[in-house]
């Protein structure tokens, strides 16, 4: 185990729903500790990447990216969520459906900040469905520039998200993918990381993609 | 001027209606260097105060709680914004009544990251009204911890958020202090610093306070 997989074990609690609760260090209170190391092993997997900007999205994803920034020296740029919006020609607004959660959800990044000769690491904390990467990765490709790659903390690698995104070809860095929890014992059984391929190799029939699951209402993803 | 001062003003903009945009450095784009002086500053003047946790909220304060916590060696908790809540018990909720905004919105935070023996400090980008900044204080005394300072990247100093929480006796530290701005010149106008108090002297009668610009549902802050 990772030393977030052994924090997660220590200090993650497991609920019925499939529910992961690390509130007390990652998205509510956040150890900057663990930040610190999370950033720099980012670092070391995004090595060589001419990464010029970090973009994550409100709230929880940024502690995280500004930690992370420190070990890449750039700027962050969070997105915005928003269920009702104004449009004003200024904003990258990227509409994301939820089946999951019935809702509409707008993810909005300032033009001004993306631009096409920007080289952008996502960060966020969780990947689940993956909707509002989605949203993000349409941002960044709308405005023009270049997703270098994308880190997220905790992925849930029973649900399609991560899937999605790896088959899509971008390289997507979970430091912890949880493939299954039991919320009766506690237990958390995580994808053994070897080296650079995350795909879930020997279980790939499990999870059958349901794709209404989550809907970026774009042809940038189709 | 300080250097949070020659920032505002070399990137800031003045709009009509006394709004100043920084969000190319501090609160939609963040200069990470920037953020680490602040927290740098924030350290300095706080200096011998017995901190052991820094309370911030969604999303804009994250990022500048987050690095300012590295230069205490504490760990951060942000607290939630919702326009409606289910209470479940385990949470503190200040219900924050903003009639300039005409809505109630709650201030939340998890029962169990905030104790008795915690020394607080309160870290925010803005403070105009003091809305959020009053519902955070009352969460902290709701659980019997101390707030031990308050610090804030920019202060609207012809807003009468600060003066309220200058009044009830609480360290407010603003690293800048707007006391006024022209949107047609882009001029602004910050109050000198000097030293210890940032309490507007000699221009106490400009601002008449209207106690209905932000109430607080508490008994706390009466």
Do not use: W
């Amino acid at each position: 185990m990772n030393f977030l997989e052994e924090r997660i074990v220590r200090d993650g609690v497991v609920k019925e729903g499939n529910v992961l609760k690390v509130d007390s260090f990652l998205n509510h209170q956040m150890d900057i500790q663990l930040l610190d190391q999370m950033g720099a092993e980012f670092r070391r997997r995004f090595d060589g990447k001419p990464i010029n900007k970090i973009l994550t999205i409100e709230a929880s994803g940024i502690g995280i990216a500004c930690i992370a920034a420190q070990h890449f020296h750039v700027p962050v740029v969070f997105a915005k969520k928003s269920q009702s919006i104004n449009l004003d020609g200024e904003m990258y607004v990227a509409e994301v459906e939820s089946f999951t959660h019935k809702c509409i959800n707008h993810v909005i990044v300032g033009k001004k900040f993306l631009a096409p000769e920007d080289h952008v690491l996502i960060i966020d904390d969780f990947l689940a469905n993956g909707c509002a990467l989605q949203g993000l990765i349409q941002i960044v490709q709308s405005a023009g520039a270049v997703v270098e790659g994308i880190g997220i903390a905790i992925e849930k690698g029973f649900q399609p998200g991560g899937r999605i995104i790896r088959n899509l070809g971008f390289q997507l860095e979970s430091l912890a993918i949880v493939d299954g929890m039991d919320a009766s014992t506690g237990h958390i059984d995580f994808r053994p990381q070897s080296g650079e391929d995350q795909r879930k190799s020997d279980k790939t029939a499990e999870h059958v993609f349901k794709p209404e699951e989550c809907v970026c209402r774009s042809s940038t993803l189709d």
